[in-house]
């Protein structure tokens, strides 16, 4: 087993560990501090999820949303170590990895959270999710694999969850239905429904977001069921907790994540599978120790609630936590992390979006090409950006990724 030392150690490269990476080099450059970063993740890219239900469709590719970590990483003295996280013993200072140990200084916890199937028999065998790149490609892989079954006429998907992930993938689909799959397969007819358990889609946007985003599905043939949970999933039906079987081809789980930070440190240190942090995302259990994403459980200090899991809040805390730490090494008064959300944008299929920027709600095509633009600027790299204008605006005048290259893609939790 190999055993490594680093000086701050970064455990995950989603939104909020890429950032906390990205802005900790600045603050390290700005500041004088010879430090040596590592991250460790079990892949060796970045990725970018909010796009991931449009690989799913087939609206962008996968290399969009994939950015390889040491590309990131170059020019700079600074490592990345792929492997699995098992461990972190923070009195001992010590991470053990599928690959071995490594000590450090300072640790950043970013290791994201997993799907929660809520214990429905069969959700996990016999669904897809769009958590990670590979699920996100195999369920994509699945509906092309659906499409070119000769003996299905009649193709019906089944989303279940009216959160934004869900609402996306919906709208997602019913546009390649709408655009593409009309044409291409001439011979096939399409139904999604979407199955949300609460009494409302988007529970927790504005009213007008969801009022809107609500009457576009509708509009387009989107069956949505309201108050209705989903008590069992077999390979080709939906059962509800009604007693209703609802005939499904292709089942996408969105219903909900699962936090996982109790398998990692104690459960002293967790409440409900989340890090416990302070106002400053230290954790209660070591002041060298922080977590930001959905494996912490940080609060507003304005109102005291838990903040939401979003990858706004993520990259937000990384940039945040990169202050806090130059000015941890610096022996200099650490700052609250005060969230102030920037606003909501729900895209439903292509050249369609609901925003709520500050007062104003509005929707079209701005809303849709607003939310591209912002989500562009995360994208590390000019030339990188530059390439993906140029396969966007190429890819809207054509079709969508409609080829089955049998590839052996596993779903991944």
């Known amino acids: 087993m190999l055993k490594k030392k680093t000086d701050i150690l970064i455990l995950g490269a989603g939104i909020g560990g890429y950032e906390t990476f990205r802005s900790l080099n600045k603050q390290l450059k700005r500041h004088g501090i010879k430090k040596m970063i590592t991250i460790i993740d079990q892949n060796n890219y970045f990725t970018f999820t909010p796009m991931l239900h449009e690989v799913a469709s087939g609206s962008v590719q996968a290399n969009h949303c994939a950015i390889p970590i040491r590309e990131c990483m170059h020019k700079t003295n600074h490592e990345f170590w792929q492997t699995k996280v098992e461990h972190i013993d923070h009195k001992r200072k010590i991470v053990t990895t599928s690959k071995g140990e490594i000590s450090y200084e300072y640790c950043i916890v970013a290791l994201g959270s997993k799907t929660n199937y809520f214990g429905t028999p069969g959700a996990k065998t016999y669904s897809e999710h769009v958590r990670n790149l590979p699920a996100a490609i195999h369920l994509h892989q699945k509906l092309i694999r659906l499409l070119e079954d000769q003996a299905l006429q009649k193709i019906h998907i089944v989303v279940v969850g009216g959160g934004a992930t869900g609402v ?28 949300q358990s609460q009494d409302e889609l988007l529970p927790y946007t504005p009213e007008k977001v969801r009022a809107t985003a609500c009457k576009k599905l ?63 995302l230290q954790s209660k259990a070591d002041p060298d120790l ?44 650490l700052i609250p992390f005060n969230h102030k959300s920037k606003g909501v944008l729900i895209p439903i299929g292509d050249w369609f979006a609901v925003a709520h920027l500050g007062p104003f709600t509005f929707h079209g095509r701005f809303a849709w090409w607003l939310r591209r633009t912002i989500y562009l600027a995360f994208i590390p790299g000019y030339l990188r950006k530059l390439r993906i204008i140029i396969d966007w605006t190429l890819h809207s005048l054509g079709f969508r990724h409609t080829v089955d290259l049998d590839l052996d893609v596993h779903k991944t939790d």
């Open 168 to 195: 996306e993938l919906a709208g997602q689909l019913d546009y390649l239905i709408k655009k593409d799959l009309k044409s291409l397969y001439q011979d096939k007819n399409f139904k999604i429904t979407i199955v």
């Open 218 to 280: 509708e509009k387009e043939g989107v069956k949505i069921l309201l108050k209705t949970r989903v008590k069992e999933v077999t390979e080709n039906s939906v059962i509800l907790d009604n007693g209703d079987s609802i005939k499904s081809h292709l089942t996408a789980w969105t219903a909900g994540f699962s936090t996982i930070g109790d398998c990692y440190v104690g459960a002293d240190a967790c409440e409900k599978g989340q890090i416990i942090v302070n106002q400053y």
């Open 290 to 333: 922080y977590a930001i994403g959905d494996i912490a459980l940080a609060h507003d200090i304005e109102t005291g609630a838990p903040l939401p899991k979003l990858g706004e809040i993520a990259h937000l805390e990384g940039e945040h936590v990169a202050k806090n730490l130059a000015k941890q090494i610096k022996n200099k008064p």
